[in-house]
């Protein structure tokens, strides 16, 4: 076993030591040269974490990731070059032009810097500005990734368990929501997610929380919203496909928010671009209220088989935008009826294919909207479509929402006004 100070002259240390490691800056006592020494703390599980992180960082490197430039073979330290700096302080004073400049360098930078690794199947698990820095070398002036401690082998290739399920791997903030129950099962999306919260903050200077991502306010939100889902599914696959969306908009593929949605609702229409955008601005109601007419019920179908979830969260969103009963998006108060219709279709086909967790929770929306409201024709739709509800559970269900948007007595009197008897016994009884 061999100890730095062999080597190197310890002059000082960077930061708070760690319950593993220590990170102190080392002069070479041959050649002069400081670097950043990198020191263990502990042994056992400790000991193997150190060793896999060299590991990684060895099978990622690039110009775009830390190198290792020398490693104690008994796995006590090993010694990088010194960074100029980090990306946490690189964002203050920056105009938006030159957020937008720097968030896209940064994604480049983890894209090229961990293409290769996310091939292999690997994860970083703890990318955050702390771990973005800036080098200026004989590779040029660019952003590395570094720390990789906590990084995940590849399926398959580990051989000790060093995550126990339960516990956060990462850092808050940073990490995705599946590093919360099982970081044991994080994929290159693991990954997309820290990015997309680094974006959100370069962008915003808001920092993320463990259920809040800030969102831009125009360039990127498309982006950040997608790179962000808490399901690992509705992220973009890998960092470079998250970079090329940036790319995109950087060079004039976007334009005003009504271009582009009039260029999605165009046929043929790509459902998950459509998807991306309706969630990143689901709160702008005069841009898609107007809209949702145009929307027919073969794209519902499609959206839903793509993203029931987000279907959902978006429709939700429109109602949630009408629920003080006041002209919402430039239409008077029987311009919105055909949104509201729209959002029963939705409503409908949630209960048809059965997802009633998702369905209760817009019917609780969207009974609130339509009592705010308080249109015939819409009072109307919903008590014909609820009388000829069969399904028990989904009445019970759909009865439930009521309740929850303490919407009772405007439910009963639609159904009052409806000649119709009732198809569910549920329903009956609750008539009574």
């Known amino acids: 076993m061999s100890s730095p100070s062999e080597r190197y002259e310890i002059l000082d240390v960077f930061g708070a030591p760690t319950e593993h490691a220590i990170v102190g800056r080392g002069r070479?006592?041959?050649?002069?040269?400081?670097?950043?020494?990198?020191?263990?703390?502990?042994?056992?599980?400790?000991?193997?974490?150190?060793?896999r992180e060299v590991e990684a960082m060895r099978a990622a490197s690039g110009p775009n990731v830390m190198p290792v430039i020398d490693v104690d073979p008994d796995g006590e330290w090993y010694t990088m070059p010194i960074a100029r700096g980090e990306l946490t302080p690189a964002i203050k004073g920056l105009s938006l032009s030159d957020r937008e400049e720097l968030a896209l360098a940064v994604v480049r930078a983890v894209a090229h810097g961990l293409h290769s690794f996310h091939m292999e199947g690997r994860?970083?698990?703890?990318?955050?500005p702390?771990?973005?820095l800036w080098f200026d070398d004989s590779n040029g002036a660019r952003w590395v990734v570094s720390d990789f401690g906590i990084a995940r082998n590849a399926p398959g290739s580990t051989t000790a368990e060093l995550t126990r399920q339960g516990n956060l791997v990462g850092t808050e903030r940073w990490a995705a929501p599946e590093q919360h129950a099982d970081a044991h099962s994080a994929t290159p999306r693991t990954d997309v997610y820290s990015v997309g919260a680094i974006v959100g903050w370069i962008m915003t200077g808001e920092l993320p929380t463990p259920v809040y991502v800030p969102l831009p306010s125009e360039r990127y939100r498309t982006?950040?919203?997608?790179?962000?889902?808490?399901?690992p599914g509705q992220r973009y696959p890998t960092v470079d496909d998250m970079l090329q969306a940036m790319e995109h908009e950087l060079e004039g593929g976007s334009g005003p928010l009504s271009t582009q949605l009039e260029r999605?609702?165009?046929?043929p229409l790509d459902v998950k671009a459509f998807n991306d955008f309706a969630l990143a601005h689901r709160g702008n109601g005069a841009l898609f209220l107007p809209e949702l007419r145009r929307i027919e019920r073969s794209t519902v179908n499609t959206w839903f088989d793509a993203d029931p979830e987000g279907m959902t969260q978006f429709a939700e969103s429109m109602c949630d935008l009408l629920k003080d009963g006041q002209d919402v998006g430039g239409l008077q108060r029987e311009g919105l009826r055909p949104p509201l219709l729209w959002l029963l279709d939705v409503l409908r086909h949630l209960v048809r294919q059965r997802r009633l967790d998702l369905a209760e929770s817009l019917a609780n929306a969207l009974f609130t909207a339509a009592e705010a409201y308080d249109q015939y024709p819409v009072g109307d739709a919903i008590a014909r479509w609820l009388k000829a509800l069969s399904h028990e559970v989904a009445v019970q269900a759909m009865l439930n929402a009521v309740v929850a948007s303490s919407t009772e007595s405007y439910v009963h009197s639609?159904?009052?006004?409806?000649?119709?008897?009732?198809?569910s016994t549920t329903l009956r009884r609750w008539m009574l």
Not at 223 to 231: E, F, I, L, P, S
Not at 264 to 267: A, I, Y
Request: hydrophobic fraction near 35%.
């Open 28 to 51: 070479d006592l041959t050649t002069g040269i400081e670097y950043a020494v990198k020191m263990r703390r502990g042994g056992g599980n400790v000991e193997r974490r150190f060793t």
């Open 123 to 128: 994860v970083h698990r703890d990318l955050k």
């Open 130 to 132: 702390k771990n973005i």
């Open 223 to 231: 982006v950040v919203t997608r790179a962000t889902r808490r399901a």
């Open 264 to 267: 999605l609702l165009n046929d």
């Open 414 to 423: 639609i159904l009052e006004n409806d000649w119709n008897e009732p198809s």
